[in-house]
């Protein structure tokens, strides 16, 4: 099993309605991040969460909610889906001090119609 | 604001030539410089973290280096299995995040 999944891989899903991605981990890693990917942007960071009781936005946080439900754990709402939310998003995870940087899931193809 | 910028978009090469990928950043005092491989429909894969200018990391035809403002990423003698698209990204000390560059696609040719 991947150390990072993500639900669904694919989704394809009408303008304003409400739509919510999901993460699960098995790293054991107390940070976890949303990030969304659009070609010639790269990686943009939505939201991140340092445990359960701590969520952060970050830069392109509008549009988007997140919980963290448990420490392996963490989903991404779009409470009313508009065209250019369409992207790949992924979810990562991190230590504290990571020399390795983050461990990312396989990522979920948004399209929003 | 940390930035990051990585040149070519893309590269195309032949197998068996070999070529260099650039990231070039600005970060208010660097933590580390990590490169990932991205497969396409896959996440980010770790490569390499680099912590000081100069030092260098190896892995198969892949080689990483740094300096004061920016990275390379050599493949020699590349293989159609090394097409991916390349990211660079940076870390500033004390902060939690990585600011990540838009990527390089390297597609090589048999």
């Known amino acids: 099993d991947a150390d990072v999944t993500q639900t669904p891989r694919n989704r394809i899903t009408k303008t304003g309605k409400r739509i919510m991605l999901e993460c699960s981990q098995t790293k054991g890693h107390d940070r976890m991040y949303w990030y969304r990917q659009d070609p010639g942007l790269g990686l943009r960071l939505i939201y991140y969460s340092f445990d359960v009781k701590d969520i952060n936005k970050g830069e392109i946080s509008d549009g988007y909610s997140v919980s963290r439900q448990a420490q392996a754990k963490f989903s991404l709402s779009l409470e009313s889906a508009i065209p250019n939310q369409t992207a790949l998003y992924f979810c990562?995870?991190?230590?504290?001090?990571?020399?390795?940087?983050?461990?990312f899931g396989s990522g979920t193809r948004l399209t929003v119609v | 604001e940390d930035q990051v910028t990585q040149s070519p978009e893309a590269l195309r090469l032949q197998e068996g030539e070999s070529s260099s990928l650039n990231c070039s950043y600005t970060?208010?005092?660097?933590?580390?410089l990590f490169w990932y491989r991205q497969d396409p429909g896959k996440g980010p894969e770790f490569l390499f973290t680099?912590?000081?200018a100069g030092e260098e990391k190896e892995k198969e035809r892949l080689k990483a280096t740094l300096t004061k403002k920016e990275s390379f990423l050599h493949i020699t003698a590349p293989k159609p299995e090394d097409s991916a698209t390349y990211l660079c990204?940076?870390?500033?000390?004390?902060?939690?995040?990585?600011?990540f560059g838009a990527g390089t696609t390297v597609t090589v040719r048999a």
């Open positions: 680099l912590y000081s």
């Open positions: 990562a995870t991190s230590e504290r001090q990571s020399n390795y940087g983050y461990t």
């Open positions: 990204a940076v870390q500033a000390r004390g902060d939690y995040k990585l600011s």
């Open positions: 970060v208010s005092g660097l933590r580390g």
